[in-house]
């Protein structure tokens, strides 16, 4: 290995290079297998160029050891260009440290070329102590704030409010250069007498070479009673010293489409007499104004006699406006200072000699959200970005309704017939779940510009990213059966218009129905109301999708295969949410999500299919992003949730006599199992777990055993061994088994190990599923029951047919596809059907007949179609009507 050479060329995400990347980037590249032992030989290339400093380190491993993912991390660049990832002996010599970590009494220090950062290496109550540059203070005391009340008036009255702040309880240096330090910063907010203590939450901070900013990554789980606890208000808060005079202090807040609110803490422009020409600009300009003995003596002898403006804040109560109010101090009223539509989520306070500014990546898409400055007039300010606005109703997660008599399964199985809702008492708990957000810290030695603050908010909001081609993802073969898009046919090039029909659909959506808010973005919903022309937001199990039917995988097989940045940050944005929102990360269902609801913790079927690793493996190896690495590594153990939570409880044939034994667990093999080797063979390549391959490797093997394989449908589960009994005989089979990752992860472990009767046990089941009767009451002696979603499992007989090399299943395949494939064959004379008028509350495009599920599916199918069995489309389609 040590002898090959690599070259993997490398794309922006937006095509172009930015002007100027100024907090570095961050990215995961696949290399080929048994090429690259060690990635300390890699090295970041300038295209026709030389060396740029970087760092690398591995993600992931190939089976034999070699590097399969490894992470990359360039510093801030002044000219960034196009750049590839090259193998040392074409490269040159490795990067010298730019990042230092040092440990200083109780501290430890963080520091590279522009600031350094003090962090507490015992229990505290802040996230850091000080942010310096140039050796000068310019934040201190960073925290974690939180207000919670215990009920909600019906009158829409207030309630008296407890404040929390954070309680650090470990610190940890993930990274330590040379390009990139990590820190991570765990713990609890604890209210001020020390009487309790909630809402767990992990910071990390990111800091790169070359820049003056600092990535946050904040993560918080909510842990409380919801009939008692009501969130107020969540943020992280700042004191910023201030040495200038409060006229040379600088007030920025970030409004919509690149405009700024920019003013003074004293301010004198406007004023009845004129300091000078020379002194109005230098103080619109961010710079320090002139000495004021050279100023208009009518303004300098009366400076005491302009207000200033202590406190600011910016309100983002909805996705469609925010407000801007300020004051000279508590007591005093507030008065009006700015309105917009979407606040791009920044604020700052700084003087000339350094300052510190905030900034909310989708500040106006996760609201409610708030800005405040208090304290501009004095000598400390204090810059809180809230997470959750205090002025906001306070955050209610109580389940929507009183369960309407469903005391029984009966009753709840009537329940889900008629509002597809899978509702049980006490299940519709929002204990354990979780939201990230990610912020940007700006160390300021001065006052900047506003066009470069505008630039810097722009590269926050949408950053920068490098990313390898479509091309090479796929030579290397990671993530299964996908190509790059092709058109050379008219019929190829019909169905990529129907895929691309499909994801601009969504992404436009997502706006049109307003998609957004704290607990919300980055989730869709599920199915369409044609009557009153909405998303069934309000229906049971119609509502949000919370990964049903694999909308993630249709985005993201989507991206590696066009590049597309909007397809991209749809897919980080719902990766964000579904390994968040959807899933429990404490509590009593750990490791479990929940199937879709009108609220995302709402239904009670608590299954691995939802908190799948197949949903968020491809966003972690495609930006090495270290939140999302908890999320896969945090499922390691979760097949002990078959001990206490049977996914089939309700429908189960043997409900009677069933119950969970730690050596003959029901597991199904299609939901259940994929999931779990899902998760197993994250573990296992991302962190060399035996156990974990273990089991991967072993139940893989008992399944070839089984006697009917996959079409078994549910074996038994010995937790101990990790092994599946292997003599049950029997034939099930389930329309839903395939369609949440199952497909994708068994064909990518096809390629990646070799594992006895394992292949022939899923070719059986990929070439039955759509056989006819005939066909399979020849091989199994039985016809197969619950065959539905024909569409979507086109895709198993094209996989038979590429492996066997048999055209008349691709044929078949392919008439499968066609047969039910009303977007594919209906896309010519497709027109999207425009409402407004007093029938909707705004005007929106609907699409009629769309629903996620199929959407997804008919996504899937037609991308791993096209990548197996490609070269069998038929010239044309017919037109089933």
Avoid at 278 to 284: D, S, T, Y
Avoid at 406 to 418: A, H, R, Y
Wanted: with cysteine; glycine share 10%; charged share 25%.
């Amino acid at each position: 290995m040590t002898g090959s050479t690599v070259t993997v060329p490398l794309r922006w995400l937006d095509d172009a290079p930015p002007a100027r990347l100024r907090s570095g980037a961050t990215w995961g590249v696949p290399l080929p297998r048994g090429t690259v032992d060690d990635p300390a030989r890699l090295r970041l290339r300038e295209v026709d160029a030389g060396v740029v400093p970087a760092q690398f380190w591995p993600l992931a491993t190939w089976p034999d050891g070699s590097v399969k993912w490894a992470g990359c991390a360039v510093g801030a660049l002044e000219r960034p260009g196009a750049f590839e990832v090259v193998t040392a002996e074409d490269a040159g010599p490795a990067v010298d440290a730019a990042m230092r970590v040092r440990r200083e009494d109780d501290e430890f220090v963080v520091s590279g070329d522009l600031i350094e950062i003090a962090f507490p290496a015992s229990p505290a109550d802040v996230l850091a102590r000080r942010i310096s540059r140039g050796g000068q203070p310019v934040a201190e005391d960073l925290r974690l704030v939180s207000l919670l009340q215990d009920e909600v008036p019906e009158d829409g009255g207030g309630a008296p409010r407890r404040r929390f702040r954070s309680r650090v309880q470990t610190v940890d240096v993930e990274q330590d250069g040379p390009i990139r330090a990590v820190v991570r910063v765990q713990g609890v907010h604890r209210d001020e007498n020390g009487d309790r203590e909630w809402l767990p939450f992990t910071v990390r901070f990111v800091i790169v070479a070359g820049s003056a900013e600092v990535r946050l990554v904040h993560t918080v789980i909510w842990d409380g009673d919801a009939q008692h606890d009501f969130l107020a208000g969540l943020g992280i808060r700042a004191d910023v010293p201030l040495r200038a005079a409060p006229h040379d202090r600088h007030i920025r807040f970030a409004g919509a489409d690149g405009g700024f609110f920019t003013e003074a803490v004293r301010g004198l422009t406007g004023l009845r007499r004129d300091p000078g020409a020379e002194v109005r600009a230098a103080q619109i300009r961010g710079a320090r104004t002139p000495d004021p003995a050279t100023w208009n003596p009518q303004v300098s002898e009366r400076l005491s006699l302009i207000p200033a403006w202590n406190d600011v804040t910016l309100t983002q109560l909805s996705a469609d406006g925010f407000s801007i109010r300020k004051r000279t101090a508590a007591g005093h009223a507030w008065i009006d200072a700015g309105a917009g539509t979407r606040a791009e989520g920044y604020a700052a306070i700084s003087d000339p000699d350094g300052g510190l500014g905030i900034g909310i990546r989708s500040f106006w898409q996760s609201h409610p959200g708030q800005l405040d400055l208090r304290g501009a007039a004095g000598d400390r300010a204090e810059l809180t970005a809230w997470l959750y606005a205090p002025q906001a109703q306070p955050m209610d997660v109580r389940f929507y309704h009183d369960g309407l008599g469903q005391n029984d399964f009966t009753s709840q199985l009537e329940g889900l017939e008629i509002t597809y809702e899978d509702y049980e008492p006490g299940f519709g708990d929002a204990h354990g779940v979780a939201r990230t957000h990610e912020l940007t810290l700006f160390a300021y030695d001065a006052t900047p510009p506003v066009d470069e603050v505008a630039a810097s908010v722009e590269a926050m909001q949408r950053p920068a990213l490098l990313q390898p081609t479509p091309e090479h993802l796929h030579a290397v073969g990671v993530f299964g059966d996908w190509a790059p898009v092709d058109r050379s046919t008219p019929v190829r090039a019909e169905i990529e218009d129907s895929i691309d029909f499909l994801l601009d659909y969504y992404l436009g959506q997502i706006d049109q129905r307003r998609w957004y808010g704290f607990w919300n973005y980055g989730d869709v919903m599920h199915a369409y109301d044609l009557d009153r022309h909405v998303w069934r937001y309000d229906v049971g199990g119609y509502a949000w999708d919370n990964s049903e039917l694999s909308p993630d995988l249709w985005l993201w097989y989507s991206y590696l295969r066009t590049g597309r940045a909007d397809v991209f940050r749809l897919a980080e944005a719902m990766t964000r949410h579904t390994g968040e929102v959807d899933v429990y990360h404490l509590g009593r269902w750990q490791g479990l999500g929940s199937r879709h609801n009108v609220q995302h913790w709402g239904c009670s079927a608590k299954q691995l299919r939802i908190s799948s690793p197949i949903y968020r493996r491809i966003f972690h190896y495609l930006t090495a992003d270290e939140r999302v690495g908890d999320l896969l590594t945090e499922l390691r153990d979760s097949d002990e949730r078959f001990v206490d939570t049977d996914p089939t409880r309700k429908v189960r044939p043997d409900a009677a006599t069933y119950r969970p034994d730690r050596a003959a667990l029901a597991v199904g093999l299609g939901t259940d199992w994929g999931a779990l080797a899902a998760t197993w063979l994250a573990d296992w390549e991302r962190t060399g777990n035996e156990r974990s391959r273990d089991r991967l490797l072993g139940t893989m093997a008992d399944i070839g055993a089984l006697p009917r394989g996959f079409l078994t449908g549910e074996a038994l589960y010995d937790i101990e061994a990790g092994r599946f009994d292997t003599t049950r005989d029997r034939i099930s089979v389930s329309h839903l088994s395939a369609v949440f990752g199952l497909v994708e992860v068994a064909s990518e472990l096809i390629d990646l190990v070799d594992v006895s009767g394992f292949r022939d046990a899923w070719l059986q089941y990929c070439r039955l599923y759509l056989a006819s009767p005939a066909e399979q009451e020849a091989a199994v002696g039985q016809r197969l029951g619950g065959i539905h979603l024909e569409q979507a499992h086109s895709r198993l007989t094209a996989y038979a047919a590429a492996q066997t090399g048999d055209a008349a299943l691709a044929d078949a395949a392919w008439a499968a596809f066609e047969g039910i494939g009303e977007w594919l064959v209906h896309r010519r004379d497709f027109v999207l059907r425009r409402v407004e008028g007093p029938a909707v509350l705004n005007p929106v495009d609907e699409a009629p007949s769309v629903g996620t599920n199929d959407v997804a599916q008919y996504g899937l199918a037609a991308i791993q179609n096209l990548a197996l069995i490609g070269d069998r489309l038929p010239e044309t389609f017919t037109d089933p009507r």
